[in-house]
Every structure is written in C-alpha cells, then in structure tokens.
C-alpha cells in the first residue's frame, strides 16, 4: 500500500490543518449553538437543525475533539446543549432503529464521559448500549438494526454495523456487563465470516434465515457492476475491527483486518483517495470521497496504537506511514482552506459533489490530525 512518491504529512502541516479546523469551528459555533448540523452540505455551507438524523453525533463529536485540543470552554458548552437531544432519542431507541448507535453516542456522550465526567451523558451512552443490545437476536447470532424481530426483509445486518460495536465493549466496561461483550464479540464474529470471503469479495448487507438462522445471501448494488464497494463502508468496516482489537486482542481480527485492507488498497488509485465506489478504476475529483480516506487513516492509525504482539513492527509502521501519507493529500488537495467560501473541514466528502462537506469527511478528519498530533487524544470509541 505504500506508494514511495507521497510524502508523509509533517508536523508543521498539521498544525496548519487544526488551525484552519479550529477557526472554522470556533465561528460554527457561535452560529450553530443549540442546533446540530445538517449531514452534508452539498454547496460546502452547513445549515442547523434540532432533529437527529444518523451522523448527527459526529458535530458534537467534533466539538470534544476541539475541546480536548484547546480546552475553550465553547466547544464545551456548545456540546453539552445538544445532549437533550441524544438522551431524548435515546430513550426511544429500543422500540425503533439502532443502525447507527455507534455515530450518534460514542462521539458525543462518550467522549463527553471521558472527558469531563458528565453523568447524564454516561447514561445516555448506557441507554443507548442497551437498546443496541435489546436487537439482539440469538438465531444467526447478530444485532438486527432496523424493522421487527422476525421480518424477513429485514432479518440481517451490515457491514457499516461494526461501527456501532465499541459502544458495547464501552457500556460492557462500565458497568461490568459480560452479555454487552459477549454480544459484540458474537456479531463481530458472525459479520467477519458472512461479509467477508476469502475470495476478496465484500458484502455490505447480508441476510440471515429468521426461522433457523442459518445464512441465505449477502447483497450489494452498483449502477456501475451489480457488486459494489462502496469506499466509506468499507473504511468503517476497517476501523470497526480495528476498535474492537482495542477490547478484545483476538488473532482472527487482525486476520479480517489484513484480509479486508488487502482488498481496500487493491482498489486504490495512486494517490491513495478512493473512488467513491471501489469498483471505479479511473474517474474525476467528482467521484472522490475523501471521507472514506479520512475513516481510513483512522483505522490504520488505530491499528498501529494498538500494540499487536503477533504483528512485526515493520508493519505496524507501515500502516502509520500510510496513514501520514493520506493526510498529506487531504490536508494538501482537499481540505477547505477558504474559510469564507465554506463552513466545512474537507471537500469531497461524498460522492460525485467536490465541492460537498459531510458530518462524515469532516469528523473523521479532525480526529486523524487530532490521532497524529495531541498526545491527550481522548479515544472515544
């Protein structure tokens, strides 16, 4: 995955990014008190919104980042009145969808827990840990994430899911709940071995039998070929498994974690910014999603924190080498560095839009450079 003619972001480079992230947060913030932001902003301007949509924590998400970076008080404040929100949407949650649990509460009320001790935002998180838990079904051995128990249809799981299970390794560690692990490791496991092949071919979806439990198929649709690799589900899945190494150190995620990034980085142009399907061999800015890049760099960063005794240490330094080298083109070709033109962190963030910022692009971002250069990074997954 190396490619020797990308240099590795510095130092320097990235002060100069989470200074222009800061500016652009510190004058969002002011605007935005009170009110999350819309998920993309597609003419690269956020406009405010009081309802929750999937991706809505990751705005609150990247205020404690901000937070922990500079310790101004707004990014606080401004953090915490979102959290009648989350705790009301919480509260709901057991009767309605769960498939985004993980974007919505680990960045903002568990990195609030982490961070300042919030009470009410630890049990928010807690709530929201076991409405994921309550989807869970014993036949197939996998958290249903949205429609009833029982519906075919809706009888499956997805690879994006993953994202979700370090939300239950956390609740599991708070308040000493085995069943909270035993759940994560168990759909983990039944995701890694039905989404997954040894032939490199990658489910984003897979259906499961409700009578017995036993797999039917996995499904994924393309306009271009009828099997698609959409390029930020498969960045999620990367970080999903390499958070939950963080828990639970077992050989056959680093296993997944090798075998999915074999197949992620086979699908890369040269300058390492995926297609927004992986399938697209060539293509324009327009087809970029430097989203899925920032998720990414995450994921190998994690994996080269986590300290894999079976892993050499050449390796681990080339997954950190490379994360270094896709935030050198970030931070050089696609970060907003306009601020007047723009109220987002990272064009491109979506797909076929290059002017388009994304809750997604812009988090993930910010938490790489913070991953790179605060040695007080809170990890909030």
Not at 294 to 312: F, H, W
Not at 337 to 352: A, F, Q, V
Request: hydrophobic letters at 35%; aromatic letters at 10%.
């Amino acid at each position: 995955m190396i490619h020797q003619e990308i240099e590795e972001i510095t130092l320097g480079e990235i002060d100069s990014a989470l200074r222009i992230c800061l500016s652009t947060m510190r004058r969002n913030v002011q605007q935005f008190r009170g009110t999350f932001l819309s998920q993309t902003a597609e003419t690269g301007i956020y406009s405010g919104s009081t309802s929750i949509q999937q991706l809505s924590g990751l705005w609150p998400g990247e205020m404690w980042l901000a937070f922990g970076l500079t310790a101004e008080s707004c990014f606080r404040e401004s953090a915490d009145k979102l959290l009648p929100y989350l705790s009301g949407y919480a509260a709901e949650m057991k009767n309605g969808s769960v498939e985004n649990a993980g974007f919505l509460f680990s960045p903002s009320c568990v990195h609030s827990w982490k961070s300042i001790k919030n009470k009410s935002a630890n049990e928010t998180a807690l709530q929201a840990a076991g409405a994921l838990a309550g989807h869970y079904r014993e036949k197939g051995q996998f958290i249903q994430m949205t429609g009833k128990n029982g519906e075919p249809c809706c009888y499956c799981f997805s690879l994006e899911s993953l994202m979700s299970l370090p939300l239950l390794f956390w609740a599991g560690g708070e308040n000493t709940c085995q069943k909270y692990r035993d759940i994560a490791e168990n759909h983990l496991t039944t995701v890694i071995t039905n989404c997954i092949t040894e032939h490199g071919v990658v489910f984003e979806k897979f259906f499961m039998n409700p009578a017995d439990g036993q797999p039917i198929a996995g499904s994924s649709d393309s306009e271009y070929t009828g099997q698609s690799l959409q390029a930020y589900i498969q960045a999620e899945a990367l970080l999903g498994i390499a958070l939950c190494y963080r828990y639970n150190r077992e050989y056959n995620y680093i296993k997944s974690f090798r075998h999915l990034l074999s197949v992620f980085k086979s699908r890369l142009p040269l300058d390492m910014i995926p297609y927004w399907d992986m399938n697209i061999q060539s293509g324009d800015d327009n087809s970029r999603d430097t989203a899925a890049a920032a998720i990414a760099a995450c994921a190998l960063l994690q994996m080269s924190e986590n300290y894999c005794s079976d892993v050499p240490d050449d390796e681990t330094l080339s997954w950190r080498r490379n994360a270094k080298r896709i935030m050198k083109e970030l931070t050089g070709r696609y970060a907003v560095c306009d601020t007047e033109k723009s109220n987002g962190l990272l064009y491109s963030g979506s797909t076929r839009n290059k002017n388009q910022c994304t809750l997604r692009g812009d988090y993930f971002y910010l938490e790489a450079l913070c991953r790179l250069r605060s040695p007080h990074f809170i990890n909030c997954w």
